[in-house]
Each structure stands twice: as C-alpha cells, then as structure tokens.
C-alpha cells in the first residue's frame, strides 16, 4: 500500500507539471480594446489585448497561446503566474484577421487559448469588419484618378472594401497639387498637403471606427504620404503604404511646367535636385509601416523617352521609384496607366490588401538619403506664349558625339503642333517607331509631347510650333527642350541645400566634353524664388560659371542654370542644368518664435496663478462666520 501511494504521488506531480491548469472548465477568453474594454466586434487593424481567465490557479508560469481557429500560429501570448489564474496580453494590432491565408474574407472569427499544447476550455466569437482603403492622388490631378478604384462597381467594391480618395466628399479633406484650370496658382507644398492627408485620415476613422487605414498612391502622393508618416502622424495609424509610380529621385520632366512658372511649388518639389538633396535627407521615418512599390516600365528604347533615362514610365524611371530601400516589382505600363491598370490592381494591389495575420512586417527605418539619379544632359528650357493662329520657331543646337537626343514639349492646352527640322535643313516627318513619338492627353502628366532620333546630325535644329483648331481662344503656353545621350556634359553643385534665412548660397556649373574643358561664352541663372522670377549673370572663368545668392525668402528656390559655348569643330553647344535649395528661417527668427511661444505660455501660467489666487481670496471673504 505504501508503495502505491508513492506511485500515485509521483503520477500526480508528472501530471501536474505536464499541464499547470489542472482544470479547464470556466476558462474565459476576452477581447479587449486600446481602452481596455470588453469587445466583441473590431474593425481589422485596431488595437486590442487578449486576456484569459481561469478557474483554478495555476500551478506553474505557464505561457498561453491565443490563436484565430484555422491558424497554426499564435496572434499573441501572454504568461499565467503560479499561483495566479489570469494573464493579459501586451496590446498589438489586429492586422489581417479580416482574411484568409487564400484571401477570401473571413468577417466571423473564434478565438481561443492554447496552454502545454492543449486547449483550454471555452473559445470567444467576434465580428472583424475590413480596413478602409485611403487613396492619395498625384501631381496636378483630384480624386477622380482613383474613379476605377471607387463605387460599387469599383475594384475595391470587388473584394468587399470601401474606398476613401482625398478630395472625393466622403469625409471633408482635399489636396492642392495643382490645376491646369488656373496653373499660375501656387499649390500647396508636400508638407501642407501631408497635414491635409492627416485630417482626411482622421475623418475616416471617426466615419468607420477604424484606428489603421491602408494607403495608396500614385505619383507625388507618394512623397505627400511619406511625409505624413514621417512628419505629421501622431499615433501609427496606417497599416502599409502601397506605392504606384512615386518618383523617389524626383523626375526630370518636371523642369517644363516649372520653367513656364506654373504650378509652382510642386513642379520644384517634383525635381531630382530636390528629392534626392532636401527631401530624402530629412523624410526617411516610417515608424513600422512596410511600403511596397510598383514601377512602369513601358519605355526601354532611349529614343522613346523625352525627359528621363530609360526604362521608365515616361516621366519616373524605374530607378528613380528604386531610389530609397523597399520592395519593388515593375510592369510595362505608362506613369498613367499604374492607377486605372486592372492587371495592377489584380496582381498588385490585392494581394496586399489582403495580407492575412501574420504577414504584416514592421520594416526598421532606413538612414537618410537615397541612391542619386542618373546624371542627364539637357538644353535650355525654352518658353513661350502662342496666340491662335501663330507659329513659333524654336532652335535647339545639337553639338557632335550625342548618340540619342530626345525633344520633350509641354503644352497647357495639349493642343499644339511641330514640324522638325533637322540640321540638314530638311523637314523631318517623325515616326511612332523610329523617333517614339509620344503624346499624352492626361494633363497629370509632366509632358505632353516627346520624340527623339537617333545618331542627329550636329548643328542648329528648328522645331516649329503651330496652334491647331482645338487651341483656346486665349491661346497656349509652351515650354520645350531637348535631352541628351553623349556630347558635352554640363556639372553643377550648389554649396549649401538648406541655407538659413540670409546665409549666401554658391551656384557652379563647369562644362566639359570627353573630359576636356569647354571654355563658356555666356552663363546665366534663372531663379524661380517663393514670391517672384529673377535672372542673374553668372560670373564665368574658363569653363566655370559661379553665383553667389543671398535668399530673402523661407520657402523652395528652383534654379535653371543656361550656359553656352563652342566646340573646337565650332559646333555651337546648349547646356543647361536644374538646382533647388529650401531656404529655412534664420536662427534668430527661430530664437525669437521660441520666445514668443514660451512667454505666451509663461504669461498664461501666471494668469492661471493670478485667477486662482483672486478665488481663493473671494472664497475666503464669503465664507461664512461661525458665532
């Protein structure tokens, strides 16, 4: 008998330890949210902890498991004390519980804990309603970019999901990223517009109860998210960022409509100079968000594309939405094609909305800075105004060894035509395939016309500008220039990126050809500033040109760098280069702003003092005296 008891002893400690809740009746399993309440129904994406509580104590610190039932692997754990019977999780998002591993929506969830590999008791059923979908237009475009994303026939309506674009009127909010409809009008800058996203994304959530919303953007809204995620949001409220043809080197294209002063800041916003030395130097934060990128890559042949390095999309490279560190896939499409494409939605997009739990990365910030595009040779902008009924010759000089030259026109009616000759004197009748003659009718666009030739002749070309028929009465702003492979190569350098109020700025730009320097016979700056247009010599030695800029404004300044010179073969060469710098206030502004905020908040301190001391004397003085 003795021995027996020894053996049930030992039986019932192995059993003990094996699994330390020795009952599992009674166990409840609780959802909770970012408040601590008890919920039964979230929308996929909010903040939640899960807690179980039993019966009986346990015996040992046990580790729990919560589990979505049809899942292998845990949503969150949490560990039960010995001697205690409940334990709560850390607070997480529920990303993904709205779907399946296979992507079918799963709307009805059940819960439940697992301990030692073993089930414990009861499991908990709640309703899980998807994320909303937050879209975020580009350049010079409104919400109906996204008009194939929206309605109850739009692709998100396919899957189940409620589509939000900023400026639609579902919830107030709308972007200013410019409007052909008056393109004098200054836009809105990137920051200005991220602090309007953050309102819109606000709005949302309170229409839906949802704390995270999906992003995704086309074009520059893609640098206006980014800098809402960076500068502007508060709480991490969006799940991941879906990225549809953002230029993250900038995109060249942008000098046209700049050159021209029209929509103005975002054409500078938009330029190489920009991204690469202003805004990738000081935008890099995600805090947790996984982006994940689509590049076009319609154009391969360098004579197809009219402004930027190929292969691109006609006005972002593939390298330039490569810029910063995310996953990138490519598909040949046109920059606007990447937000109305089906194939893109189904391929691309889809699939990330529907990422199930467990799929969401939180990706570590990247350090400052971005890979530099590929450097590019181009000629003088060149602008003008076209009454109907007017033509406008254009010379551009083509010097010896350029391999490819490219002519980009932008056009504010898109109603314009050319006729090119060529340095033989003749008329050239252009070809879809052999110069790549492009022409875009959507007015997002940074170009409207592009063309190119292979191998030119060296010398003077004449591209003449007619109206047509469809030019308005009040007639067509041009600008037009060319892009070159080969030839001479124009450098240029700006000292200083992000000067203080008042502190010099040095501009230089050295021309050379096959390394050997090209002496300058002119060299002028163009200077778009925050509140007006000024056109500066530029002090020339040798093949150098240099300025020196004093800002007097706080805003972006775009700088057109136009030199001349001569080839030894006497060929005439046309070079110019596009530079922008963000002049910040000055340290004492700065200074003196800070003192402003902390003696309002000193004088209200001391108001607050002075008006309780006033109540407490009143209070005394009312008071009652006792006989």
């Not at 602090?195 to 839906?208: F, M, R, S």
Request: proline letters at 7%.
């Amino acid at each position: 008998m003795k021995h027996l008891l020894v053996t049930l002893l030992v039986v019932g400690l192995l059993l003990s330890r094996s699994n330390a809740y020795a009952q599992t009746a009674g166990v409840r399993i609780f959802l909770l949210d970012r408040n601590g309440r008890p919920v039964t129904a979230l929308v996929d994406g909010n903040q939640v902890s899960l807690k179980v509580e039993l019966e009986a104590v346990a015996s040992a610190d046990t580790r729990v498991d919560f589990l979505l039932a049809g899942l292998d692997s845990p949503v969150t754990t949490c560990t039960v004390s010995s001697g205690k019977s409940a334990c709560q999780s850390d607070a997480f998002p529920a990303l993904g519980w709205y779907w399946n591993p296979d992507g079918t929506p799963q709307p009805q969830r059940t819960l439940v804990a697992r301990a030692d590999g073993q089930m414990l008791g009861d499991s908990l059923s709640l309703t899980v309603a998807p994320r909303p979908v937050v879209m975020v237009h580009g350049f010079n475009a409104d919400y109906t970019t996204w008009l194939n994303y929206l309605g109850d026939d739009g692709y998100l309506a396919s899957i189940g999901l409620h589509g939000y674009a900023v400026g639609d009127g579902q919830v107030p909010g709308m972007l200013n990223t410019g409007t052909l409809k008056d393109p004098t009008m200054r836009t809105n800058t990137i920051a200005q517009n991220a602090v309007i996203l953050g309102e819109y994304i606000d709005n949302v959530q309170h229409a839906t109860g949802a704390e995270k919303v999906d992003l995704v953007v086309h074009s520059m809204g893609g640098m206006i998210s980014r800098y809402y995620l960076d500068r502007v949001m508060t709480d991490v409220d969006v799940a991941q960022l879906v990225i549809l043809g953002t230029p993250m080197a900038g995109s060249s294209c942008a000098s046209l409509p700049a050159a021209l002063g029209l929509l103005l800041p975002a054409t500078l916003e938009i330029e190489p100079s920009y991204m690469v030395g202003v805004f990738n130097q000081q935008i890099y934060r995600r805090h947790g968000v996984p982006f994940h990128a689509l590049a076009g890559k319609k154009l391969i042949d360098a004579v197809q594309s009219p402004c930027t390095p190929v292969p691109s999309d006609l006005v972002v490279t593939v390298d330039s939405v490569k810029a910063i560190p995310m996953p990138v896939q490519e598909i040949t499409l046109l920059h606007t094609e990447l937000n109305t494409s089906p194939e893109v939605f189904a391929d691309f997009v889809k699939p990330l909305l529907q990422t199930p739990p467990g799929k969401f990365e939180s990706p570590a910030d990247p350090p400052p800075g971005s890979n530099a595009p590929l450097s590019q040779q181009f000629s003088k902008v060149y602008t003008g105004h076209l009454a109907p009924g007017e033509t406008r010759d254009v010379v551009i000089h083509i010097d010896a060894n350029v391999s490819v030259a490219n002519f980009a026109l932008y056009d504010t009616s898109r109603s314009l035509d050319i006729t090119v000759t060529g340095a033989s004197g003749n008329q050239i009748q252009l070809d879809a395939q052999k110069n790549g003659e492009i022409r875009v009718e959507d007015p997002s666009t940074l170009v409207y016309l592009g063309y190119g030739f292979n191998n030119p002749k060296p010398g003077k070309w004449i591209v003449t500008l007619h109206t047509t028929a469809s030019t308005p009465p009040e007639g067509a702003d041009f600008a037009i220039n060319a892009q070159f492979n080969g030839g001479a190569t124009l450098s240029s350098t700006l000292d200083v990126t992000t000067p203080k109020l008042d502190q010099p700025v040095t501009l230089s730009a050295s021309l050379s050809d096959n390394g050997a320097p090209v002496t300058l016979d002119s060299a002028e700056a163009i200077l778009h500033l925050p509140d007006g247009l000024t056109t500066l010599p530029m002090q020339i030695s040798g093949n150098t040109a240099t300025l020196s800029f004093t800002p007097k404004a706080t805003g972006i300044h775009g700088v057109e760098i136009n030199v001349t010179a001569h080839a030894q073969d006497g060929t005439a060469i046309d070079r110019a280069a596009f530079l922008t710098f963000e002049t910040e206030p000055a340290e004492s502004l700065i200074t003196a702003n800070r003192l402003i905020a902390v003696g309002g908040v000193v004088a209200l301190c001391g108001l607050g003092v002075v008006f309780l001391m006033v109540m407490i004397v009143w209070r005394r003085k009312a008071k009652p005296v006792r006989g």
